[in-house]
């Protein structure tokens, strides 16, 4: 059973509501951050899908990243933070300190929030675009590495380094006995809990709708949220984890072609409409000029990359599902809520 109250940040959405299940699962009082309380009933019904029905075990708190109201409330009482929330936009943002700023000053936020409530640790949800980026590298990343930010890099990836940059340095000069642990998850699939999911899992869904025409020649990561819940878990309460980064990953990168014939290998028809067609490298560079999402892949056309999650293995006991069965889950869940376009 869970010992104590543990807040998680961003609870309404997709890791959030999974780490929200996990914590409940595993006996413990959550209270989670939401902007504002018509964003109840979203983490209530994502719960439900879930199969858990919180009852007292799960309370609100409204706080926003780019504020500083709110937030000695949220961490009042509690033991351990998990800090889920960030944003992550399925295109291009207009400046990219509309990602920036909200992903650095909300980490800032929430750790000297904690830190004045007496929190004994935090685990920050980061991501592989802070350690694999702005580089090319003929081995696996591991957590030793960091994204150069010298070279060019799209505005999310900048940042999820700044952001946790932020954090290890804020540790380090203010953090007192507050103590940090991160987590840096590769792309994020896995069971969706309902319509409002994540640019990862959107990617499936535009694969299993036949809206994608071809499929770049670019390779990433995948693990299933469950697992990445079940990570920060791991973070959030081993003794180990005080001051290290974990990767993680489920084997090796996937090329986007590996994963639509994975699904449409193992989904039946409801995998009838993904394409299996490689654009040439000139196509998408072509449509990359109009489009600001296609900008974003043609920076990683044909740049292979890879990851291992060996330290968080062998120093936590985590053991993940593998990549195709988080790929699979998450279209076998988008085909159970009906998020998928009718078929004629």
Not at 1 to 15: E, I, K
Not at 134 to 143: L, N, S, W
Request: charged residues 25%; neutral net charge.
């Amino acid at each position: 059973m869970g010992d104590g109250l543990v807040l998680v940040t961003g609870g309404s959405g997709f890791l959030g509501a999974h780490c929200i299940l996990s914590l409940l699962n595993a006996g413990y009082r959550v209270r989670t951050t939401v902007r504002s309380a018509k964003r109840e009933a979203d983490v209530l019904a994502m719960l439900k899908v879930g199969g858990v029905e919180p009852g007292d075990a799960l309370s609100f708190a409204y706080a926003d990243l780019m504020s500083d109201k709110g937030w000695p409330e949220a961490v009042a009482g509690c033991r351990y933070v998990l800090h889920v929330a960030s944003p992550f936009p399925p295109g291009v943002p207009k400046h990219e300190d509309d990602l920036i700023v909200p992903a650095r000053e909300g980490a800032l936020r929430v750790l000297r929030a904690a830190r004045d409530a007496g929190v004994e640790r935090v685990v920050l949800t980061s991501s592989f675009a802070a350690i694999g980026y702005g580089q090319v590298a003929g081995h696996p990343f591991t957590e030793e590495n960091w994204t150069d930010l010298s070279q060019k890099v799209s505005a999310y990836v900048k940042s999820k380094t700044l952001a946790e940059r932020a954090a290890w340095d804020f540790i380090d000069r203010e953090g007192g006995s507050l103590e940090l642990a991160v987590v840096n998850p590769v792309g994020i699939f896995g069971p969706v809990l309902g319509p409002d999911h994540s640019t990862s899992t959107d990617f499936i869904r535009r694969l299993m709708d036949g809206e994608m025409p071809g499929l770049p020649r670019m390779a990433f990561g995948v693990v299933d949220v469950r697992d990445v819940a079940d990570l920060h878990l791991r973070a959030m309460t081993n003794p180990a984890a005080r001051g290290e980064r974990f990767l993680a990953i489920s084997g090796d990168f996937m090329t986007m072609l590996e994963i639509a014939q994975t699904l449409k290998a193992r989904l039946g028809n409801a995998g009838s409409r993904i394409t299996t067609r490689v654009l040439p490298d000139w196509l998408v560079r072509i449509v990359g000029l109009f489009d600001g999402q296609a900008a974003q892949i043609v920076t990683e056309l044909d740049k292979p990359r890879n990851a291992t999650s060996a330290k968080a293995v062998r120093m936590l006991g985590w053991a993940p599902r593998s990549r195709e069965d988080a790929l699979v889950a998450t279209g076998e869940s988008l085909v159970r809520l009906g998020l998928l376009k009718k078929t004629n």
